[in-house]
């Protein structure tokens, strides 16, 4: 079996070569795009060389950030995204260990509830959600975008699951020290756990970064208005310009590369140890 495996070893580089490749030329065709002159983005769009800047600027980037306020845009989303992130691993992080660890009454009705909202879709909860806003006073602001998505069910079972894979001895250890559930959980369980923090970090940042819907939903002044919402405005700006609109999708993606970049090792070792497990 293991020849076997080492023989088919360049069928599935091939393969995923391949895949690699075709998701990779939309985003390639974004970045040269941007690159180009606003006449000839879409000049060249039946041949290779539409995948080539011949004639290189940055102009484009300039035109898209004035045009569109870029700078406020950027500003917002990284507000919403930051607090949505850094709130949402605390929360949901602190809310797994209990599921995973500590016993209390309830606690099996408390993880199969948090298991079926997992298959709830978002759309389906949006009006009751734009209802409560609209109650609490919070349309067109910061707190609409952001106290919604702090708790997630998809992200507690990870790290519920991922806790439970963790070995019993080390907290019996700690307790024996005199260290109570909160100690253990911020000296012993959150130092083993980067790889799960990781993973559930870069996915609540791309699931917010590019969230669309509700932003439209609950925003209406550009003072809040996150990149997505910003995008879907500016591209109906006129006069139209392909240039201009390429350069604002290529500025929107570069954060998301950077933070997977950033992230890219634990997050790795997050999904292998997973896959471990399972």
Not at 6 to 15: E, F
Not at 94 to 109: D, I, P, Q, S
Not at 220 to 234: N, Q
Request: glycine share 6%.
């Amino acid at each position: 079996m293991t020849q076997r495996r080492i023989h088919n070893l360049p069928l599935h580089y091939a393969v995923s070569g391949l895949i690699a490749l075709v998701m990779l030329i939309p985003l390639v065709f974004m970045f040269v795009g941007a690159l180009k002159p606003n006449a000839d983005v879409l000049g060249d769009g039946g041949s290779w060389r539409a995948l080539i800047p011949l004639d290189p600027t940055l102009d484009n980037f300039t035109s898209a950030w004035e045009r569109s306020n870029f700078g406020r845009l950027l500003l917002n989303s990284l507000v919403v995204c930051g607090a949505t992130v850094g709130l949402g691993l605390v929360v949901n992080s602190m809310f797994g260990y209990a599921l995973a660890r500590l016993r209390w009454t309830g606690r099996n009705v408390v993880l199969a509830i948090v298991v079926a909202l997992i298959i709830i879709p978002f759309e389906a909860l949006t009006i009751p959600l734009l209802l409560m806003m609209t109650e609490l006073g919070w349309l067109d602001s910061y707190q609409a975008q952001i106290v919604p998505f702090i708790a997630n069910p998809f992200f507690i079972y990870l790290f519920y699951s991922f806790f439970l894979g963790m070995p019993r001895e080390l907290e019996e250890a700690a307790r024996v020290d005199g260290a109570g559930a909160w100690r253990t959980f911020r000296s012993i369980i959150v130092p083993l756990s980067k790889p799960a923090y990781a993973s559930v970090a870069i996915l609540s940042f791309l699931m917010t970064w590019g969230q669309l819907l509700w932003p439209v939903m609950v925003t209406r002044s550009e003072s809040v208005r996150p990149l997505p919402v910003g995008m879907s405005v500016f591209q109906t700006l006129p006069p139209l310009q392909w240039g201009d609109i390429m350069a604002f999708a290529a500025m929107m993606t570069v954060p998301t590369l950077v933070v997977f970049l950033i992230f890219q090792r634990a997050f790795v070792q997050g999904v292998a140890a997973q896959a471990v497990k399972e």
